[in-house]
C-alpha cells in the first residue's frame, strides 16, 4: 500500500505517515456523500447546526492539540496556529449565526392573486481540495457554509500535512455529524484528479492559479459549478502623507511574514512614495532583524520553516534571480542552515524591476521587494501590474485619495491603513487569476446552493 509519509519542516525528521487512498476509496466515498445526501439536506437547517455545533464543541476541547500538530507539520508558529484554530471556530460559529438569514425562503411578489418564493437548496455532492498553509480555517473556510446549507463532502487535503487530515477526520467521526456527510481522502493530486471526475456536483478547489485551471476546465467539462481561491501577489501602496511610525513598520512587516509569507493573501510587493522610500527601507529593515527565526512550537518565534525543502528551492531561485538580474538585498536573500530545516531568512529587496521573477510571480515565502513611486498613476498602474488580483493596501490618511486609488485597483479586497477586511460576513475571492466565487457571509451561500423560484396562486 502506497504512503504518505509526513515530514516536520523543522528539522525534516519523519513525524508520521498515512495510507493513501485508492481508486477503490475514493469511488466508495462518493458513492457514501451521494447515499446520505438526501437525509442531510432534509433536516432542518437548525437540526444540521447542531450536529455541526458538536464538532465545533470538540474541536474547542482539543484545541492545544490541533494548533500542536499543525505546528509541528507546517511549521506554523504556535501562536499562530492557535489563532488558526480559534478564528476557524469563531467563522464556523458565526456562519451558523447568519444561516437562517440567508437560507429561509424569501418572498418577491406577494398580492391578492399570487405568492413567489425564492428558496436556497444545496447543490449535492461537493468534491473539496484544499491546501496546507491555514489548514483548519481552510477547513472551515471551504467547507463550512456548504454542510450547513445541505450539501455533502469528500475532502481531500495536501500531502503536506497529512496527518491534520487524520486529526480532522477523527474530530467529524466522534461529532454527530452524520457519517458519510464530510468524508476525508488522503494522497496527492492524483487521488484529487481521480475524485473530480467522479459523479459530484462541485468542485471547491484553493491553490495554485495552474492548479485551479484544470479545475475549471474539468468542471466546464462536466457543466457543474467551481469556487476556486487562488494564489495572490497582493500591493502595499503606502502614500507621503502618512507618518511611518514604529507601529505601521510592524504591520507592515506582519502582513509579509506571518506564517513565513506562506499566505495568499500576504503581501507581496510593497509600492512607497519616493520621499518617503529610505524611511520606509530603512526602518523596516531594521524591524526585520529583530524577528525570530526558529523552532515552530517556541512561543517567541516569529518566523517558522517553509513547508518543504521544494517551496525552500523556489524561493531561493526567485531570490537569486532577482539578485542576477540587479536587484539588492537589504536584509536576508539566503536560506539559514538550522537543524536540516526549512528556514529562508526574511528577505527585504529593493531596486527591483518588472521583469524579475519576485516581481511577475507569486514569492509564496518570507520575501518582500520594495519599489518607489512617483505619482499616484505610477503606484496603481504597478499595483494592477500583476495577473493576481486577490487583495491590497492602501496606506494613507487622505479618503478621497483613498477612494480613487481603491476603485481603480483590480482586486477582490481593498483596505485603507490597518482596517482588516477579514470578517464573515464580508464576501472573500479574487479578481483575475485569483480565482472564481465568494466565500463568506450571504455570498458563501449563495456560491453552496441552487436558487429555486416557486410561483403559486392564491
Known sequence: ??????????????????????????????????????????????????RIQTFIDISKTRLEEIATLIAMETGRPIASSRANVEGGIMYLEEYIKMAANYLSPTTTIDNNRELHKIYREPKGVIAAILPWNY??????WQCGQALIAGNTIVYKNSEEDILFSKLLEE??????IPTGVFDVLYGAGDVGNYMVHQNIDMISFTGSAQIGKKLTQI???????????????????????????????KFIADRRFKNAGQACDAVKRLIVHEKIFEEVSTKLTE???????????????????LISKKQL???????????????????GGKALQKNSGNFYLPTVISNVKRHM????????????????????????????????????????????????????IHAGSITQN??????????????????MGRIHGIFGFLESTNTKVVSMQK
Open 418 to 435: 490597518k482596517i482588516g477586511f477579514w470578517n464573515p460576513s464580508n464576501p472573500f475571492g479574487g479578481y483575475k487569476m485569483s480565482g
Open 287 to 305: 524591524h526585520v532583524r529583530t524577528l525570530k527565526l526558529g523552532n515552530p512550537l517556541d512561543e517567541d518565534t516569529n518566523i517558522g520553516p
Open 171 to 176: 474530530l467529524v467521526s466522534q461529532s454527530k
Open 135 to 140: 489548514p483548519f480555517m481552510n477547513v472551515v
Open 1 to 50: 500500500m502506497a504512503k504518505v509519509i509526513s515530514l516536520n519542516p523543522n528539522d525534516n525528521s519523519i513525524l508520521g505517515q498515512v495510507v493513501v487512498s485508492t481508486k477503490q476509496d475514493v469511488i466508495k466515498a462518493i458513492n457514501k456523500a451521494r447515499k446520505t445526501f438526501p437525509n442531510w439536506a432534509n433536516m432542518t437547517l437548525q437540526e444540521r447546526c447542531n
Open 357 to 408: 521573477r519576485v516581481w511577475h510571480e507569486e514569492t509564496f515565502g518570507p520575501v518582500l521587494p520594495i519599489v518607489s513611486f512617483k505619482t499616484e498613476k505610477d503606484a496603481i498602474d504597478m499595483a494592477n501590474d500583476t495577473e493576481y488580483g486577490l487583495t491590497a493596501h492602501v496606506i494613507t490618511n487622505d479618503e478621497e485619495l483613498f477612494g480613487r486609488v481603491a476603485s481603480k
Open 219 to 249: 468542471a466546464a467539462e462536466k457543466f457543474i459549478p467551481i469556487v476556486t481561491e487562488l494564489g495572490g501577489s497582493s500591493p502595499m501602496i503606502i502614500f507621503d502623507d502618512v507618518k511611518i511610525t514604529d507601529d505601521l513598520i
Open 313 to 331: 528551492k523556489l524561493i531561493h531561485d526567485q531570490v537569486e534571480d532577482a539578485v542576477y538580474k540587479g536587484a539588492r538585498v537589504l536584509i
